[in-house]
């Protein structure tokens, strides 16, 4: 964990901060090893401090060697200005989009308004540096990535008509479990015929047709880093609208493959597979964005849309999903990660796209 500590710490400088207080659960265990559901950090350029209670006092101990753990009753006003008041900081970052409105005011309160602390907000100090990927991380991302490919492929055969979405979605999270995954990152989406056409559909009782789209998403954790998977099916005769959109779909997301380099902002990428889902005529049907970072949260730095200007770099993991969603009749959406290499874009998703 060292090296992450000493970007943050680089990061600490650049921005003129003397420490900072981790709030947000992977950020918390990115840096520390910790996996316990509470607790902070409390980083500067001398001290690394893990605070948690009774509970996790002692898991702390042995994931987080690097850390001096606290042990801490209570919320954070209540212990936070003796633990800071033993530090010689002054500027202290917080994490704004984690820390609720309301501990931040009695925390002013409390340290009072004359103090010579001052508390700084900040924003994705932590998920910046957590979107390019060490080769650990990417490991462990390729892992589960095996895990959510290998579900596929085991259960794409077993797939009949007559069988529900919720039956199916059952299925892909026993398989999940049974490979290896840790509880599934994301609910999985089993969205059949008309249904497909919503691209966060909930598995219903609807038995699969044939003929009819089916969108399948899913994703697997291993340690703690997630996978995410669509692959879109149609059981029996394909007729030729569903292989005109496959079609579009697929070479959407090869061609982002084959043309996404380090370097181009968010907005850019997306706009490589866009721009073959708009000369195919249905960009208009094409409502989210290409794609998202992975790594410890399901979706995280970097985003690939509209408005991203999010650069994409060496080492970043992250999903392209390109899909068309034509209401009444379903949709067809293809999800594979992967990782910037050597500036270009490496697959890291095996699982079958086309039969
Ligand atoms: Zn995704």
Redesign the pocket.
């Known amino acids: 964990m060292s090296h992450r500590l000493n970007k943050l710490r680089e990061k600490l400088e650049e921005k003129g901060l003397d420490a900072i207080l981790i709030s947000q659960g992977e950020n918390r265990r990115y840096l520390s090893g910790f996996t316990g559901s509470a607790g902070f950090l409390l980083i500067s350029e001398k001290s690394t401090i893990l605070a948690t209670d009774f509970r996790y006092a002692e898991q702390a101990k042995s994931q987080a060697p690097d850390f001096v753990v606290v042990q801490i009753e209570g919320e954070l006003p209540r212990w936070f200005p003796n633990l800071i008041s033993t530090l010689r900081v002054k500027k202290i970052g917080f994490e704004s989009s984690d820390l609720s409105f309301s501990t931040y005011r009695k925390l002013v309160a409390i340290m009072g308004e004359k103090s010579e602390k001052e508390l700084v907000p900040t924003e994705e100090f932590v998920e910046s540096l957590r979107a390019v990927k060490d080769e650990e991380e990417l490991e462990l991302i390729i892992r589960a990535v095996e895990i959510s490919d290998t579900v596929f492929e085991e259960v794409a055969p077993r797939i009949h008509p007559g069988m529900t979405e919720k039956e199916l979605a059952w299925e892909i999270e026993k398989l999940l479990r049974e490979k290896g995954s840790e509880s599934v990152p994301f609910d999985i989406i089993v969205a059949s015929g008309p249904n497909s056409a919503l691209p966060h559909h909930k598995p219903t009782d609807r038995a699969i047709l044939s003929a009819e789209p089916v969108v399948i ?1 899913m ?1 697997a954790r291993f340690k703690g880093y997630s996978s ?1 998977l ?1 692959r879109t099916i149609c059981l029996g005769n394909q007729d030729e609208k569903f292989g005109k959109i496959y079609d579009l779909v697929l070479s959407a997301l090869l061609t982002a493959i084959a043309t996404i380099e380090a370097g181009m902002a968010g907005v850019q990428a997306d706009s490589l597979a866009r721009k073959v889902i708009e000369q195919g005529g249905c960009g208009e049907n094409f409502g989210h964005g290409l ?2 970072g ?1 790594g410890l949260a ?2 995280e730095q970097p985003r690939l849309g509209r408005g991203s200007e999010d650069v994409l770099a060496e080492g970043m993991v992250f ?1 392209i ?1 390109p899909g068309i969603y034509i209401k009444g009749w379903g949709g067809v959406r293809i ?1 594979d990660v992967v990782v910037l290499e050597k500036g270009k874009v490496k697959l890291l998703s095996k699982a079958r796209k086309v039969d």
């Open positions: 998403d994703g995410d669509s794609g998202h992975i399901a979706h999903t999903e999800e």
